[in-house]
């Protein structure tokens, strides 16, 4: 095989692992506020990820091709400030294409800006690898944060008002917009996820 | 109301009901990591105390200018993020030459500490329930006590969601969040529902 698809494969196990088998809310425990704060609703979910990825690509991408040669204690800064510039694209976007989303989110989208996977992932990942790893790492945590926050949004909105995209009227559910279902669901489905990986452990198993 | 009341009544709301972290949702992600390593959760709580009291300060300092912006919701958030950047900047680099051992031996539990959401959620806090700066002060107090009690629930939770009789899907992190959920369900109880 050669190099460019040897590179090209090893990206797109990276992208897969933070996509789903290493993915950053449910095995890592990274970016819980805005699924279990916002995660309740699907405009607000595709909001917060639509956020999360314009923040996050670039942030990453910088990083990896400078983060090198900034001394390691002074990254963390360096994240944050371009957290910060690239928040104002992000949320202008947003503002474009759901009108009022951003006063509706309130602090959740305020606090996408310091968001602890684009933190973890910037400041750790990125300067120590290669641009395509970092941008199939970047890619790979935007679609499984996206993942998540949308499934746990769409059970919630439906639990919570018998619709998806604000087309239900009445549901079973009231409080489920409050953080504790959302910790609930997330334990679920990180157990769920975990279920998954131990099934993929015992394939590899049997087959070596 | 005396200044020192009006203090310790806004820390003792962050603790209980207002709890940015049970109540909130916020900041459980840098609470997990820091619950693996209990005996650094004191220290830990001590750094997070000391940015949230910048936070608070910086968040008064700025008001009357974020409050003249226009788009509130995009600048706001972008300017109070690189201020924090900042303020971390200016304490490693304080480090960095009086106290060099320090910044290479909790390094990681300083910039994790300035970059936790509780610590920037502390000027958004402060915004939506009108503040004044003593009780601001007294919210971001709170606040590190608040993260300290939930890293000390958190080492012990971890503890008893490793335990070998439980499904294995369900051992950790699962576990812990599932604990979490009907911890937070307890504080919902107090608040009545979404705080935040």
């Known amino acids: 095989m050669d190099d460019r698809r040897l590179y090209f494969r090893e990206a797109g196990t990276i992208f897969w692992n933070g996509m789903l088998f290493r993915n950053p809310v449910l095995a890592g425990a990274l970016g819980l506020y805005p699924v279990v704060a916002a995660g309740c609703g699907m405009r607000n979910a595709t909001a917060l990820s639509l956020l999360f990825l314009i923040i996050a690509l670039p942030t990453q991408l910088l990083l990896c091709l400078a983060g090198m040669l900034l001394p390691r204690w002074a990254r963390p800064a360096a994240v944050l400030l371009l957290s910060a510039v690239f928040y104002l694209p992000a949320a202008r976007a947003v503002e474009w294409l759901f009108p009022g989303s951003l006063a509706d989110l309130g602090m959740a989208a305020a606090l996408m800006a310091c968001n602890s996977i684009v933190y973890a992932r910037a400041s750790e990942y990125a300067p120590e690898h290669i641009l395509l790893a970092a941008a199939a790492d970047a890619a790979g945590c935007s679609v499984g944060f996206a993942g998540v926050i949308c499934l746990v949004s769409a059970l919630r909105e439906y639990w919570l008002t018998g619709g998806l995209w604000g087309t239900g009227v009445s549901g079973i559910g009231e409080g489920l917009d409050a953080p504790f279902a959302g910790f609930l669901l997330l334990g679920f489905l990180a157990a769920l996820m975990r279920q998954v990986n131990i099934q993929r452990e015992r394939r590899y198993a049997e087959v070596e | ?196």
């Open chain 2, 1 to 196: 109301m005396p200044a020192f009341s009006q203090l310790i009544l806004t820390a003792l709301l962050a603790v209980t009901a207002e709890n940015l972290l049970f109540a909130g949702g916020a900041g459980f992600s840098r609470a997990l990591r820091a619950a693996r390593k209990p005996s650094t959760a004191g220290l830990y709580a001590l750094l997070v105390t000391l940015f949230s009291l910048v936070s608070a300060l910086t968040g008064l300092a700025l008001e009357p200018y974020l409050s003249l912006l226009g788009e509130e919701w995009i600048l706001r958030p972008a300017v109070l993020t690189a201020a924090a950047g900042l303020e971390y900047l200016l304490a490693a680099g304080l480090l960095r030459v009086f106290a060099p051992s320090f910044l290479r031996d909790h390094g990681r539990i300083l910039e994790q500490a300035a970059a936790n959401t509780v610590v920037l959620a502390i000027p958004y806090v402060q915004q939506m329930f009108g503040f004044h700066a003593l009780q601001a002060l007294g919210y971001a107090l709170g606040t590190g006590a608040a993260f300290w009690l939930a890293v000390l629930i958190l080492s012990h939770a971890m503890k008893i969601c490793t335990n070998p009789d439980a499904p294995r899907a369900f051992s950790g992190l699962p576990g812990v969040l599932v604990y979490v959920g009907i911890l937070s369900m307890a504080f919902a109880g107090f608040t009545g529902g979404k705080v935040f």
